[in-house]
T-cell receptor
Framework: GEDVEQSLFLSVREGDSSVINCTYTDSSSTYLYWYKQEPGAGLQLLTYIFSNMDMKQDQRLTVLLNKKDKHLSLRIADTQTGDSAIYFC?????????FGAGTRLAVHP | DAGVTQSPTHLIKTRGQQVTLRCSPI?????VSWYQQVLGQGPQFIFQ???????GRGNFPDRFSARQFPNYSSELNVNALLLGDSALYLC?????????????FGPGTRLTVL
């Protein structure tokens, strides 16, 4: 069945780079997304990558996609305290997204 | 432009009661999806409606139902509430064929069942 796996927790120092990894089983997605959820809030789309691309850069964010291994990663350069949140990499499309448990990113001074 | 709006923001109910949650999509969006997010977990897909018809349903019991109105707003109804229904209920709207098929999420309704 469809599944998304992420490591649950990541702690980084302010100013360092963060790398959040994700593996998924559904290979039919046209787009792959990274959503951010701050405490008590809804989900905000951070960035996305088209499934036939292998890299996308968007300011401090770099998305890498290895379609063969079904592995997606998000790199955040110069991580700031405002980046502390839960990050999700759902598979699926406009009609249905499949979420994993999310990765909680903690940024410390 | 207003984003996705949901009401109420918080709700407390007791076991056995019924609840109705409301969602207004972004103007022009005809697709609305509902998700349940239990504390500490990722959102789980409940329903998707497009053009007032159910187009997808997740693995939820029949106590959960929804509908979409001619103005594309939507209601999620949960009957015979259980303690395990306590969660953040998220609504998302999208425009199929849009730039990246993005789903835009509302702030959610936090339901507590006592």
């Amino acid at each position: 069945g469809e599944d998304v796996e992420q490591s649950l927790f990541l702690s980084v120092r302010e100013g360092d780079s963060s790398v959040i990894n994700c593996t998924y089983t559904d290979s039919s997605s046209t787009y792959l997304y990274w959503y951010k959820q701050e405490p008590g809030a809804g989900l905000q789309l951070l960035t996305y990558i088209f499934s036939n691309m292998d890299m996308k850069q968007d300011q401090r964010l770099t998305v890498l996609l290895n379609k063969k291994d079904k592995h997606l990663s998000l790199r955040i350069a110069d991580t700031q305290t405002g980046d502390s949140a839960i990050y999700f990499c759902p598979s699926g499309g406009y009609n249905k997204l499949i979420f994993g448990a999310g990765t909680r990113l903690a940024v410390h001074p | 432009d207003a984003g996705v709006t949901q009401s109420p923001t918080h709700l407390i109910k007791t076991r056995g009661q019924q609840v109705t949650l409301r969602c207004s999509p972004i103007s022009g969006h005809k697709s609305v999806s509902w998700y349940q997010q239990v504390l500490g977990q990722g959102p789980q897909f409940i329903f998707q409606y497009y053009e007032k018809e159910e187009r997808g349903r997740g693995n939820f019991p029949d106590r959960f139902s929804a509908r979409q109105f001619p103005n594309y707003s939507s209601e999620l109804n949960v009957n015979a509430l259980l303690l395990g229904d306590s969660a953040l209920y998220l609504c998302a709207s999208s425009s199929p064929g849009g730039d990246n098929n993005e789903q835009f999420f509302g702030p959610g309704t936090r339901l507590t069942v006592l």
